[in-house]
């Protein structure tokens, strides 16, 4: 096998791709920042118990395992940064008052996570703890929106969902709880089939709400369906309150409701979302609220947040153009290379690209267009126009 072969899903990042993801990460957290989000920055290897605890059991089977060296332990490879920062906020932190948290870097996954994904994600993400309100919510699917934008995706549909309604559609019927992760599994596939046999023995009420959900999706109407079709309960009456509150905070012509789509099911607790694009099958950003996110760390609070891969976003922008720059020659003769170097520094600070050229080299690079040149003209260094 070549030793310059890579592993299945894992690749280089080159210059101009590379370019376009870092100038995402430095958009996207000033953002961040001007909201009013600190920034963390957890580790990438984490003991596994503490990386799978609470929410991260979602992400067991996605997590590469090794020994640790030095402690004789089991390491984990993060998979994701969720658990990581709600750590952060429950062990480290340890406020009382509300903390918005943001965070960038990258993850490892055994597998990938969808059509030609990498397994490597360059994960972003924000988070609020310590609001229960709705408003903490929106706020968090208005950044996602506004991160998009920011890389000029303007054309987003927003899915809305809440686990809260299966929740509450089960939670007088003790058979369907047994049956609690199964039912998921078929309603986020739609399987109307597999759930008239699952369904067979459940209390009627139950079971009709159950084969209603998987038809309860299109723009904001679906709420007033779901209002008459699902049981009268107060639970879900506020589920929905909320996702319309929610929708017409984002706008309701960009919003579609799905209540079928519960991916993440197993750690939401409340309204969750995912911003769909043209050109990609999956949801690039996925969000909501996980009030018992720092129930492992030993402090539950309120919690909701959204993340995204910005190497999955770069590939949806157009290819950088090349950044203007000049051109320098590299000089050896006295007098001359001292002016020529403090000619170089002064274009640098003014913001300038310079880039000198070696002894019996050119330069021949993806990122930058040399328009100009330094020149040695009548004993002066000077800037020309290249043709």
């Known amino acids: 096998m070549p030793n310059w072969l890579l592993p299945e899903n894992i690749a280089d990042v080159l210059p101009s791709e590379a370019r376009k993801i870092e100038d995402l990460r430095r958009l996207i957290l000033d953002n961040f920042r001007l909201h009013g989000y600190e920034l963390v920055m957890p580790p990438m290897l984490e003991y596994l118990e503490s990386l799978l605890a609470g929410a991260g059991q979602d992400t067991e089977g996605m997590t590469f395992k090794l020994v640790d060296q030095l402690s004789g332990r089991t390491l984990g490879v993060r998979a994701d940064m969720t658990t990581q920062v709600a750590r952060i906020d429950a062990h480290l932190l340890n406020r009382a008052s509300l903390t918005r948290l943001c965070y960038a870097g990258s993850v490892l996954r055994t597998l990938p996570q969808g059509l030609h994904a990498t397994r490597e994600p360059f994960q972003i993400g924000a988070e609020i703890y310590g609001h229960a309100g709705l408003e903490a919510d929106a706020e968090i699917q208005h950044l996602a929106l506004t991160s998009l934008a920011l890389a000029g995706i303007t054309q987003v549909r927003l899915d809305l969902c809440h686990v809260g309604i299966l929740r509450a559609i089960i939670a007088e019927d003790a058979t369907a709880q047994k049956d609690e992760m199964a039912l998921v599994k078929l309603l986020e596939a739609k399987d109307t089939p597999g759930l008239q046999v699952m369904s067979a023995d459940y209390a009627p009420i139950t079971r009709e709400a159950l084969l209603a959900l998987p038809n309860l999706y299109g723009d904001i109407t679906v709420l007033d369906r779901a209002r008459q079709v699902l049981p009268a309960l107060p639970a879900i009456a506020s589920a929905l309150d909320q996702l319309q509150a929610l929708a017409e905070a984002a706008g309701p012509e960009c919003v579609t409701i799905d209540l079928a789509d519960l991916r993440g099911y197993h750690y939401e607790s409340g309204a969750i979302f995912g911003a769909y694009v043209p050109g990609l099958p999956n949801a690039l950003v996925r969000g909501g609220r996980y009030d018992h996110v720092g129930e492992a ?58 880039i000198q050229n070696l002894p019996g080299h050119e330069n021949d690079q993806d990122e930058f267009n040399c328009d100009r040149a330094v020149v040695l003209e009548n004993g002066h260094w000077v800037i020309k126009n290249l043709d």
Request: proline share 5%; aromatic share 6%; hydrophobic share 45%.
């Open 297 to 354: 760390f030993g402090r539950s609070r309120p919690a909701t947040g959204f993340s995204m891969d910005l190497r999955e976003l770069a590939r949806l922008m157009p290819g950088a153009q090349r950044k203007l720059a000049i051109r320098a020659p590299w000089s050896t003769e006295a007098g001359l290379k001292e002016k020529l170097q403090e000619c170089i520094v002064a274009l640098r600070k003014a913001g300038e690209i310079v």
